[in-house]
């Protein structure tokens, strides 16, 4: 059984920081990119910033300089560094990872986290 846990989210004031992790853990199975995602009301949800084993990354136009993805592949983490904050940020932000079962590399599945809430407001 696949599981990606989010914790970080909150409630945080226009300039603000907060710090996102996604623990993914499955007996047999290994995590390739991992990645955040994001929705808020009313609209579609939306790639912020993805990783790779290796430690390539790609952002969103909107987050580039102010936010900072990074794993930990020993413990199958990813997190997410957001600085700068702004109302328009606020979301929820899921965690995505692409699985694959380690016997069977060529074949991988997306997983998503439960989502956590980030509100900025003052």
């Known amino acids: 059984q696949v599981q990606l846990v989010e914790s970080g989210g909150g409630l945080v004031q226009p300039g603000g920081s907060l710090r996102l992790s996604c623990a993914a853990s499955?007996?047999?199975?290994?995590?390739?990119?991992m990645g955040w995602y994001r929705q808020a009301p009313g609209k579609q949800r939306e790639l912020v910033a993805s990783?790779?084993?290796?430690?390539?990354?790609n952002y969103a136009d909107s987050v580039k300089g102010r936010f900072t993805i990074s794993r930990d592949n020993a413990k199958n983490a990813v997190y997410l560094q957001m600085n700068s904050l702004t109302p328009e940020d606020t979301a929820v932000y899921y965690c995505?990872?692409?699985?694959?079962?380690?016997?069977?590399?060529?074949?991988?599945?997306?997983?998503w986290g439960q989502g956590t809430q980030v509100t900025v407001s003052s």
């Open positions: 995505n990872a692409d699985v694959y079962v380690t016997m069977a590399p060529s074949i991988r599945h997306p997983y």
């Open positions: 990783i790779t084993t290796g430690g390539s990354t």
């Open positions: 499955g007996s047999g199975y290994s995590f390739a990119a």
